[in-house]
């Protein structure tokens, strides 16, 4: 049972072909094949948020998503938000407000964010709120991820 | 945590679908959203031979009003319930729902189909499309076959759908204007229902579903029953956990969520309610 599938997925514009397990998780492939470990996994089991992406622009828990449904789809990770020496509105608002400490949420915190930013342009504190509820931070007491984010809001272009 | 090997396909329509649980029968499953199946593929307490993906059978995702009813894709996912203009105006409960089930990461990928297909008593759509009065469209090998929602969950995880059988539309009666309340008591923002209430109230319909009080999805009778008998919401509400047999577990006992359906069937009937009786 169980060879490997042939997938093509782009990876912050990159993209990728590679042969896959059918049971890989996207998680582990985007740390293991292609090599991005900015995405990390916290819970293992769908409750954290740290290792979430976007797919096709919207935020999912790579950890609970076979590479195989990312097939032909674009990936966003951490690392393809800056241009270049630019952060993302989002990061540079998180290294702004202090919405960090020891960042491990951090990955997974700003796409969440860049998503939400997304579907809700401008959103009250509430909607912040609400919006994250899917990513655990252990260290800020999210204060200060809900004021970069905020902050993030107004600043877009 | 990993999964244990499975073959894949990837369908992109129902008919592709359907081939393939005939050909593989119950050594198959279908992968829809994958926020139920593959949390226990990874803790093996599912390990299915094949997977059959029909993430992508865009045929099922839609919401139409089709004049007395409305039709819901089985692969339509969470966020799209969510946002529906349909849904705010003609099921705005649903929509209300949806917007409750896990967090924004979940309502991007989960399906209604998912959601009422595994059967989880804890689920939060189920209730809903329970109390609405929905009807689920199953389609097999030898057609299509309409289930009302009341006959359409079997036991934990388990609902009537054959192996060869894939859930394609859920039908909800129309009920603008109607009176509608869901309660959803949970301890941390994103958890699922400790107990949970979806009620709807119209001069022609009154349905009142409960999450998370058995071993499937129930409908609160009693209470319903006692309403049409004349009874007020907040006597009614007494009834809330009768016919009931909820778990316990760390998040509380038996008894401790039969006190909190009665509560939070109050509460919903409280709000559902009075706004109807007013137009009547
Ligand atoms: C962190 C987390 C939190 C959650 N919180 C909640 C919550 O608060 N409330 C809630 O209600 N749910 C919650 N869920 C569950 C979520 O709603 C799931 O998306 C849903 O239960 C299953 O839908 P799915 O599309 O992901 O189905 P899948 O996981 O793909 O499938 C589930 C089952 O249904 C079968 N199936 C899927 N589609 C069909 C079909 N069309 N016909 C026949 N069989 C089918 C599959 O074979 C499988 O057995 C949560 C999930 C996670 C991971
Ligand atoms: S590691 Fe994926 S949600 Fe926690
Ligand atoms: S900054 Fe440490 S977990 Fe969030």
């Known amino acids: 049972m169980s060879g490997t599938v042939s997938v093509q997925i782009q990876v912050n514009g990159v993209p990728h072909a590679d042969q896959v397990e059918p049971r890989l998780l996207l998680v582990h492939y985007l740390r293991d094949v292609v090599g991005l470990t900015g995405t990390n996994v916290g819970c293992d089991t769908s409750s954290c948020g740290a290792c979430t992406v976007l797919l096709d622009g919207e935020s999912v828990k790579s950890c609970t998503l076979l590479a195989v449904q990312a097939d032909g789809c674009s990936v966003t990770t951490i690392e393809g938000l800056a241009c270049g020496e630019e952060l ?14 020891c960042g491990f ?7 969440a964010a860049v998503s939400l930013l997304c579907e809700t342009p401008e959103p009250t504190e509430e909607d ?16 200060n991820i809900v004021r970069a984010v905020l902050r993030a809001a107004k600043e877009q272009p | 945590m990993i999964p244990s090997a499975f073959d894949y396909e990837r369908v992109d329509t129902v008919d592709g679908a359907l081939a393939s649980l005939a050909e593989h029968g119950d050594e198959a499953k279908l992968l829809a959203g994958g926020h139920s199946l593959i949390p226990l593929m990874k803790m093996r307490l599912a390990a299915p031979a094949v997977l059959v993906d029909v993430g992508r059978v865009q045929e099922l995702s839609f919401i139409r009003d089709t004049g007395d009813h409305l039709a819901i894709g089985a692969l339509t996912r969470h966020r799209d319930l969510e946002v529906s203009p349909v849904l705010a105006e003609h099921a705005p409960l649903l929509a209300h729902a949806a917007s409750h089930v896990g967090d924004p990461q979940v309502r991007h990928r989960g399906t209604i189909g998912g959601s009422l297909a595994h059967a989880d008593p804890a689920s939060d759509l189920p209730a809903a499309v329970l109390a609405m009065g929905g009807t689920l469209v199953a389609q097999g090998p030898g057609g299509e076959r309409l289930i009302p929602a009341t006959g359409f969950f079997r036991g934990f995880l388990e609902s009537v759908l054959e192996p060869t059988e894939m859930l394609v539309e859920i039908r909800i009666p129309k009920l603008t204007g109607a009176g509608w309340s869901f309660q ?23 349905g009142v579903g409960l999450v998370n009080m058995g071993t499937t999805p129930l409908l609160a009778t009693a209470v319903v029953e006692a309403l049409e008998g004349g009874a007020s919401p907040e006597d009614a509400a007494t009834l809330a956990a009768v016919g009931t047999e909820p778990p316990t577990d760390d998040n509380g ?3 401790y969520r039969e006190h909190l359906a009665r509560v939070l069937v109050r509460r919903a009937l409280q709000e559902a309610v009075p706004l109807t009786v007013a137009d009547d």
Not at chain 1, 88 to 101: D, I, S, T, W
Not at chain 1, 105 to 111: I, K, Q, R
């Open chain 1, 105 to 111: 949420c951090t990955p997974g915190m700003v796409l």
């Open chain 2, 253 to 255: 006992t038996a008894a």
């Open chain 1, 88 to 101: 993302h509105p989002v990061q540079q608002a998180f290294q702004e407000e202090h919405g960090l400490q």
């Open chain 1, 128 to 143: 912040v709120r609400r919006g994250l509820e899917g990513n655990l931070c252990r260290c800020t007491g999210y204060h």
């Open chain 2, 184 to 206: 959803k008591f949970t301890r941390r923002a994103q958890d699922w229902a400790i107990v949970g209430v979806a009620a709807v109230h119209s001069a022609t319909h009154t």
